[in-house]
C-alpha cells in the first residue's frame, strides 16, 4: 500500500529524536550571478572587468546530506571530517551552526589543506565554468587516523551513520575504507548508508546508493539505461550480488530501486513538468532513506519520502535544494490520487 499522510508525519517525529552522523567529503557551494559583458576595462590589465552580484552559499556535498538532514527535521547531527582555516572553512563552521549541526568532530587544519568549495557563477546562459578549491588536497594518514578514534569513539551513541565519497582525491580512499569496515563491522546497532562516487565496491555492511552512471562504472560496463527498468534491475542485482550488501539505485525521472539478497523494490518518480535542476538531488535521496529508515520506516516507506523529498528538491533552481515535511507533504497531496 502506498504511504499516507498520516505515516509521513508519525515518521518526521521520530526523526527529529535521531542521533546521526556523517563522514566524508565536505564542501561549501558558493553561488554568485556574473555579467560577463560590461563593456568595462582595467586600467591595471586592459582586460574587461565582469561583474558579480549575489553572492550567496551552502552545505555542497557531504554537508548537503546535513542540510537535508537538518530540513528533514533532525535536532541530533554530528560532523566528521577537515575543514582548513581559511575564507571558506569559516564559512562552513557558520553553516553548520546555523542548523545546529554538531561540528566538535570536524579537524579544522591550519596548513596544506583548502576548504572543499564548488564556486559556481551563474550567468544568463547558466552555469559557467566552476572554480574548485580543495577537491584535490592530500590528506596525512595521522590526522586521519585522529579523525577515526573520535569516529569509533562516538559510534555507539549514534542511530545512522551516512558515508560520503565525492571529489577526485577524496577523505575516504580504499585503504581508508578498510578501516572504516572494521569500524561497521563493531556497531550492529547503527544503520550505515553509503554514498560513494568511485569507491562503492569497498564499503561492507551498508546499504550502497549509486546512480546509474555509477553503477556502470562499478560494472565495467558502458553504460546503462535508466530508463530501462528491466535493465536497471539485472545490473542491480549483479552490482548487488558482488558487494554483498543492500543496493538502492536512482534513476531519475524514471524513480528508485531498492535491492537485497531477498527482494527487490521499485518506486516510480513522480512526474513533474516544471524545469529542474538536479544538482544535489542524490543527497536528498540519502538523506530522507536514511533518517526514514532509521526512524523505523520499512524500506518501501523509506523510499517513497525519498522519492517525494527529490521531487522537491529538484524543482529547485540554481541552488544545492532540501526538502521539509511541509514542502513533501505539499508534493504528497498534489500527487496521493494519481497513478504512475
Known sequence: MPINRT?????????????????????????????????????ETNKEVFWASKPHSSLGAAGNVVNNLSALGAKNIKVFGCVGDDIYGREMQSLFHAIGADTQHLQILSSGWDTCTYTKPMSVEGESNRLDFGTNNQLDEEIFNKLLATLATALPELDVLVINQQFPNP????????????????????????????????????????????????????????????????????????????LIVTRGEHGILYLDKEETQNVKAIPIKNEIDTVGAGDTVVAAFSASRGAGASIHESLEIANLAAAVTVQKLRQTGTATLDEILTVYEKNSNKTY
Request: hydrophobic content about 35%; overall charge negative; charged content about 25%.
Open 7 to 43: 505515516e509521513i508525519e508519525t515518521i518526521f517525529k521520530r526523526i527529529s529524536t535521531l542521533r546521526i552522523g556523517v563522514i566524508g567529503d565536505f564542501a561549501v557551494d558558493f553561488y554568485y550571478d556574473i555579467n560577463y559583458h560590461t563593456n568595462e576595462y582595467s586600467v
Open 171 to 246: 577523505l575516504l580512499n580504499p585503504k581508508r575504507i578498510e578501516q572504516l569496515n572494521t569500524l561497521i563491522a563493531q556497531s550492529s546497532d547503527c544503520l550505515f548508508v553509503s554514498d560513494l562516487r568511485a569507491y562503492g565496491y569497498c564499503i561492507k555492511n551498508t546499504i550502497l546508493k549509486v546512480n546509474t552512471e555509477e553503477m556502470a562504472r562499478l560494472l565495467n560496463i558502458k553504460e546503462i539505461d535508466e530508463a530501462n527498468e528491466s535493465a536497471c534491475i539485472e545490473h542491480g542485482k549483479n552490482l548487488q550480488a558482488q558487494i554483498g550488501d543492500c
